[in-house]
């Protein structure tokens, strides 16, 4: 069993929820970029939490299936097909034996996941499959794939009946993207950071009231954020402390930098906020270019606002295990 | 804040993230409390995540395991088990570790050698002998897997960073950057002064332990002509 990457998109990896426990190592945690899209993407084809899924960048890979498989795409809403049949998102599929599946642009969004059923049966790095380009670690010699490679499918439960298929199947049900994809642009909440007070004043509130664009150097490691330059009152030499996806950094050129799934683990520069953790996910969707805003936020609220999200994808987990067991 | 640890200040830095801060200094002593803290919450601590850095301590938690029902509770439930926990505890701790890395220096294997004797007025000989002759402390790690930050250079060798950082430095590179100085593990990008290279491999995922240093440990280097360099190396790749 089986896919084979025909052509890799802009940007495909494996991942899953990364690589945590060996940041005194230097090795980052790494792992997908919007968690609760890849989560469900795997819900969706019955697969327990810990598979990794392809993660794809504005541009999807064209992949062949060697066997019959269930898969399901989350994330961005992209245009994906098997031949003229056009496959929905936030869905299960079953594709036939032989489908070539050509994922192209994304109508929203940055980034969708691809989980197949029995997921992906790759050798775990450090305990994880997912990719760390940066480090060069992970599934593939961790980079990123590229056409040629052929990646091995594990054993799911058997689909009875859909062996002989010839065209794709689709679940008679499927997610309602609205409540885990940002399609509104309202602002990020962002705390203040170790730092923030050593901004000056117009910078200051510049942070909370002006937007800033999605830089074209923003990759999995951070986001860069073109427009309005911050300002320190007055240079800091500071030492290089451990940093974690959400921490916006200030270097000397005034451009922010949002840390994100790649982080490195440690870093020296000014720390002038940090991303809710609930609003990495939407971070995640924005594609360069895009403009985004902060609002304040208080740890009180970004936590419990962390924990209601928490409780509320897992029910919905629950649920689509119970209505693939009873299908 | 408590008596044995004067300059402890304790932050939180994200939902499931607490920042402990021993100082603002990249100093010896601070840097052992640092490793002193990590081992004793790392022994009390079930579940806890430790990263080391000069002078501070990240934690990472698992957000549902330290809140008892109010997601509002772990940080202050942590905080207080991260200040009992320290209260009887060792104030500074010195790893047993020692690990010695051999290096060769100046040539093709460091070719900013002559650069660096010239910027410190002192000859390049006597940059070999003071660099080989102190003892060393990882401070952490970072930048890469398995890149240890050396604290512990000798104040003379101390030079800028290039002003033209090389795409690529190889693997095994030993170079110095201000006070600091370190070992490339992999082919990285770099702007540190190259003085030698070591045949040791320093991050190895085959290895039960991947990485050669841990945070805390003891390094010496030691100059080497090139004929151990090749022998050293052979060795190190039929392991």
Redesign the interface.
Known sequence: MSLTVLKPGLLTTLQDGGR????????GRAGVMDWPAWRLANALVGNGPDEAALEFTLVGPTLRFERTTMIALTGAITDARVGQQALPGWTGCIVPAGSVLQLGGMRDGCRGYLAVRGGFALAP??GSRSTDL????GPFGGRALQAGDRLAIGDGAPLPGLATIEVPQLLRWGLDPQPWFDYGRAPLAL?RG?HFHQLDDASQRALFENTFAISKDSNRTASRLDGHRLNLRRPLE?????T?P??LQLPPAGQPILLQAEA???GGYPRIG?L??VDLARLAQRRPGDTISFRETT??E???R??RR?LRLQRLLDRIERRLESA | MIPMWPALQM???????L?L?FG???ELSINARVHAA?ARLQERLAGI??????????L?FD??QW?DGD??S??RRLHEAVLAALQDGPETVHGTREVDIPVLYGGVAGPDLDDVAAHTGLSVAQVIARHSAARYRVA????????P?LLGLDPALAVPRRGDPRLSVPAGSVAIGGIQTGIYP?ALPGGWQLIGRTPRVL?D?AAAS??LL??GDGVRFRAIDPDEYQRLAAAESRR
Request: aromatic residues 6%.
């Open positions: 945590p426990g060996h940041a005194a190592l230097g090795v790095v450090l940066h480090a060069r670690m705390l170790h500071l030492v290089s402390e451990a974690v959400g921490t490195p683990v440690t940090q809710a953790a740890l009180a970004a936590t419990q962390l924990a928490r | 932050e939180p830095l994200a939902e499931d993230a920042l801060r603002e200094a990249m990590a995540e430790c990263v080391p850095a000069y002078a501070s301590l990240l990472r957000l549902a809140s997601p509002l772990s940080h952490m790690l970072g930048f890469a897997p398995g890149f930050y992999q991050f995922l991947p990485s841990r945070p």
